[in-house]
């Protein structure tokens, strides 16, 4: 097979799968408009099966092309009105449409592919009609259709294991790269000898006539320890410059690489409207399927994950759900139900609906099963609501259906999807909706192995928590503890909502019976929502965020839900991560316990000051939960703008600030700052997430005594930077 046929193929796969979309959203269009066909856009569907028809004869698909050549006479025929396009019609089309993704599935690009037998039905469609309708007007020629893509990107065949290898790859580059920090830091040891070993030696009590002799030779011992001196200055600047470079472009590959898996939804997920037509002709029922959202781009892994267990909601929404044709008419509603599939983006996670308009869930029907399944006397009484449904549904093996088949009741049940969602660290729920219907909703993480983590501290072992479930970080007074309903919880901040409170160490099985309080009896606080749970997890220490490659754990820790894998964070230490959905789910079924050790009042503090500016609250407690474990008093800015007012009110002996902010940045702050006498002596850092050469000269030349990088901060930077200054 030469180059040229090799791209054509390769353009030919893609081009068909869009033809065939656009025709099925159009005739989707119709459905819902009861079949009235006179607002159908007949050009666009004509243009787009015609276009079919070039592509595959540009391939040597004869039986593809055939079959598209009849599907143009049944549009002209239809748009003429020599036949209606009703419901019969459409059926013979999607049977078409699924019979061409069959057989273009089964080629391989070499052999030509027999006569498809879906051109029975339209042929048979043909002979009835009353009338030869012409052709509309003339479209764009096959090649002109194929080839005009070109430009806008070309097909690439890339194997999906080597692509993941690749983003493995690039992740540990990454958190190879951060080893330069601790290069640093022995360097920055070394220089600190240096500086003490010259301080003894000129020093005037221990450095005078009666201690050296000879004068020449105490002054080579000081042109010796200079030289020293600047060459380790100099090895630490280069040292510093390489790493600093590496690590940059180390992330931007990661993050070039981990773009390439982000797809169209519709590229996965794009033929679940075939699992539900032919799950409805195996059970005697008409089913339409809409998909809507279908550009919204993911994860391929995640898309992969959530096939299967979308298609089993599909064929549960069809076997439970849609009624017979018969029993929907009597009931009002069109003979034909309609299942939608709604895919969403809401931060950084990807949302699945499937909601059907047929009976609902049979709340009685599920207790009874339960009570069969002697599963409510273990969940408490059983209220049916949908918290309360999707517990029953979800068990393993639980299942309604009264006989075995391929389309419902195999004995497994919906646990198969939950379980599938939870090890993607995401959340599932069921739901009956108005005025009749069922509505299934998966929310998962839109990247499955690239993602930030917070690093946190628990019991002495190191533990990282995936940022997207994270939503708040609170330093409160243990005493800000009460009880309710038997179980700590605690107001938060600016909310009166009562947030349940839960041990990190105790969900771990970590034998704790107290939560630790930081100096001044404070605790830290991690405030996380995954679906519709929410909980405060108590921590001992919250270290640090940075970007990661999550490593799975199925051979290394069989049947541990509470953790989704591992990661290699800075110096290539290995830790654990904890699946949110199902810590969120351990802390709402457990029994949670907090106590706290008698904290004695705080003395008053005539520790350093140091003022923390940024627009993040995120951002503000990380750092000041940082800076306070080190024993530094913190105040917090919101701003540039707030941080000139509280530098008069309080000097503080340090100023961090963030340089994206309103009202006045951190270069304007920054500049006030060294322009005004009063604050000119106090040292600035800036921490930032901008990372350019140019950023990074304006600083330092506006006079900031650091300049740390968000993308690789961690406590060690921070840490280093303060102790240097300070």
């Not at 009235?36 to 787009?48: H, L």
């Not at 690489?257 to 997920?269: D, Q």
């Not at 951190?666 to 322009?675: C, I």
Request: proline share 4%; glycine share 8%.
């Amino acid at each position: 097979m030469s180059a040229i046929q090799e791209r054509l193929i390769a353009a030919f796969r893609i081009e068909y799968r869009d033809h065939l979309q656009t025709v099925r959203a159009l005739l989707g269009e119709l459905a819902a408009a009861g079949y009235d066909s006179s607002g159908f856009n007949f050009a666009e569907a004509y243009r787009r099966v015609h276009s079919l028809k070039g592509a595959a004869r540009a391939v040597g698909l004869g039986a593809i092309e055939a079959l598209s050549h009849r599907l143009e006479t049944l549009m002209a025929q239809c748009q003429s009105g020599g036949r209606p396009l009703d419901r019969a019609t459409v059926a013979v089309i999607h049977a078409a449409f699924d019979d061409i993704e069959d057989s273009v599935a089964r080629w391989s690009g070499g052999a030509e592919i027999p006569p498809l037998q879906s051109q029975t039905g339209v042929e048979e469609l043909l002979a009835g009609s009353t009338a030869v309708a012409p052709a509309p007007a003339p479209v764009a020629a096959p090649y002109e259709s194929m080839m005009s893509r070109a430009p806008a990107g070309e097909a690439a065949r890339v194997d999906a294991g080597s692509l993941d290898v690749l983003l493995r790859r690039a992740g540990e580059l990454v958190a190879t790269s951060r080893q330069y920090e601790l290069e640093q830091s022995d360097l920055r040891a070394l220089e600190r000898i240096v500086d003490q070993l010259e301080h003894n030696l000129i020093k005037p009590d221990a450095f005078n006539r009666s201690a050296v002799d000879d004068a020449a030779a105490a002054n080579a011992v000081r042109a010796l320890l200079d030289r020293a001196k600047n060459q380790v200055k100099g090895m630490r600047y280069r040292q510093w410059n390489a790493g600093w470079r590496r690590d940059r472009l180390s992330r931007q590959l990661f993050r070039d690489v981990r773009a390439l898996r982000i797809v169209p939804a519709e590229t996965v997920l794009g033929d679940m409207d075939r699992t539900a037509r032919d799950a409805a002709r195996q059970l005697g029922k008409q089913v339409f399927v809409t998909i809507r959202g279908g550009d919204t781009r993911a994860d391929r892994d995640v898309l992969q994950a959530l096939k299967d267990p979308i298609m089993h909601l599909l064929r549960n929404a069809v076997a439970h759900g849609i009624e017979l044709p018969e029993q929907r008419m009597r009931n009002g509603k069109a003979s034909e139900g309609r299942v939608t599939i709604h895919i969403s983006t809401q931060r950084s996670h990807l949302l699945v609906s499937i909601r059907d308009d047929g009976a609902g869930l049979d709340r009685e029907r599920i207790r009874l099963a339960a009570e069969q399944h002697g599963l409510v006397s273990g969940i408490g009484e059983f209220s049916g609501e949908a918290a309360d449904l999707t517990r029953v549904l979800v068990r393993p093996g639980f299942s309604t259906a009264e006989t075995i088949s391929e389309i419902s009741g195999r004995g497994v049940g919906l646990s198969v999807v939950d379980e599938a969602v939870r090890r993607l660290q995401g959340t599932f729920r069921l739901a009956t909706v108005a005025p009749s219907g069922t509505e299934a909703t998966i929310t998962v993480p839109l990247a499955a192995i690239g993602s930030r983590v917070l690093e946190v501290r628990c019991q002495g072992e190191a533990f990282a928590i995936p940022i997207h479930a994270v939503q708040r970080l609170h330093r409160l007074p243990v005493d800000a503890a009460q009880m309710a309903d038997g179980a700590p919880a605690v107001a938060l901040p600016g909310s009166k909502e009562l947030v349940p409170l839960v041990s990190l160490g105790y969900l771990l099985g970590l034998d704790r019976d107290r939560v630790s309080a930081t100096a001044g009896g404070m605790m830290a606080v991690i405030l996380m929502r995954s679906g519709g749970a929410v909980a405060g997890i108590v921590v001992d220490e919250l270290v640090s965020v940075e970007d990661a490659v999550i490593h799975g754990t199925e051979d290394t820790l069989p049947g541990h839900e509470l953790l989704a894998g591992v990661v290699s964070l800075s110096g290539g230490n290995i830790i654990s991560v904890i699946n949110p959905s199902a810590m969120l789910k351990a802390a709402a079924e457990v029994p949670r316990h907090l106590s706290a050790a008698p904290v004695a009042a705080p003395q008053e503090s005539h520790a350093p000051l140091i003022l923390v500016v940024d627009d993040s609250i995120t951002t503000r407690t990380l750092e000041r939960s940082i800076l306070e474990a080190m024993g530094y008093r913190v105040k917090l800015g919101v701003d540039g703008r707030n941080a000139l007012s509280l530098l008069v009110e309080e000097r503080p002996d340090l100023v961090i600030s963030d340089i994206e902010m309103p009202r006045m940045d951190g270069f304007e702050l920054l500049y006030a700052m060294k322009n005004d006498e009063r604050f000119s002596g106090i040292p600035v850092i800036l921490v930032t997430s901008r990372d350019s050469d140019n950023d990074r000269r304006k600083g330092l030349t506006l006079g900031a005594s650091a300049y740390i990088v968000k993308q690789s901060f961690d406590q060690r930077q921070l840490i280093e930077a303060v102790e240097q200054i300070l």
